[in-house]
């Protein structure tokens, strides 16, 4: 099956800072997701993104198909925004399959 | 974007007893999906749920373990069968119109002892 690969696996920022996430996989998708799973385990589905990209708010999403990779870009970063970002390339039947995440803490 | 119940949103259980998490979801939708994400982990797919039919399992997960029912486009239900402490993880729904963003419900909290 298809290898997803997410970077860094774990980060921490000072609030106001921007970062980039990172996600590789090894094949062909339909599309990818990104997601994030809030400090309640509740998951909020951030982008739709199979390919180019996609901004909103503080946060975009690049993915670049034929390279196989996505990047997740935020910026201004808030505490809010803690939690763990799982990037998800869809195959087939719409089936997704998760990266292991990235685990974000920003401080005040 | 659909809204997705799912219930109980926690239990404790013996070892060796069944449990049945209900997944409801606001507007039809064409697929459903249940996920497994086991302490520090991330997501794994345990099944699509078909409506009207038996559900599709991935590698790894079994019917007589994990079996599913799908009876129209807007509900499913998973049960977890003589449970073991290894199955205590966060079980959650999904949804999806297909080609479209996937949603998820806040997720079951097992734990078995």
């Known amino acids: 099956g298809i290898q997803v690969e997410q970077s860094p696996p774990d980060l921490i920022l000072q609030e106001g800072a921007n970062s980039t996430l990172r996600c590789n996989f090894s094949?062909?998708?339909?599309?990818l997701q990104w997601f994030h799973q809030n400090p309640w385990g509740q998951l909020i589905n951030l982008f739709y993104i199979p390919s180019g990209t996609k901004q909103n708010g503080r946060l975009s999403a690049t993915t670049v198909a034929t390279e196989r990779y996505s990047l997740l870009y935020i910026s201004s970063s808030q505490t809010t925004d803690s939690g763990v970002y799982f990037c998800a390339p869809e195959t087939s039947g719409s089936r997704l399959t998760f990266g292991e995440g990235t685990q974000l803490t920003v401080n005040p | 974007s659909a809204v997705i119940s799912q219930k109980p949103s926690r239990d404790i259980c013996q070892r060796g007893t069944s449990l049945t998490i209900q997944c409801q979801v606001d507007s039809q939708v064409t697929m459903m999906f249940w996920y497994r994400q086991q302490p520090g982990q991330s997501l794994t797919l345990i099944a699509t749920a078909n409506q009207g039919s038996e559900a599709t399992y991935e590698s790894g997960f079994v019917i007589d373990k994990f079996p599913i029912s799908r009876p129209n486009l807007t509900f499913s239900t998973l049960t977890v069968s003589n449970m073991s402490p290894e199955d205590s993880s966060i079980y959650l729904c999904s949804a999806s119109g297909g080609e479209t963003e996937a949603f998820f419900g806040q997720g079951t909290r097992l734990t078995v002892v």
């Open positions: 094949d062909s998708v339909n599309n």
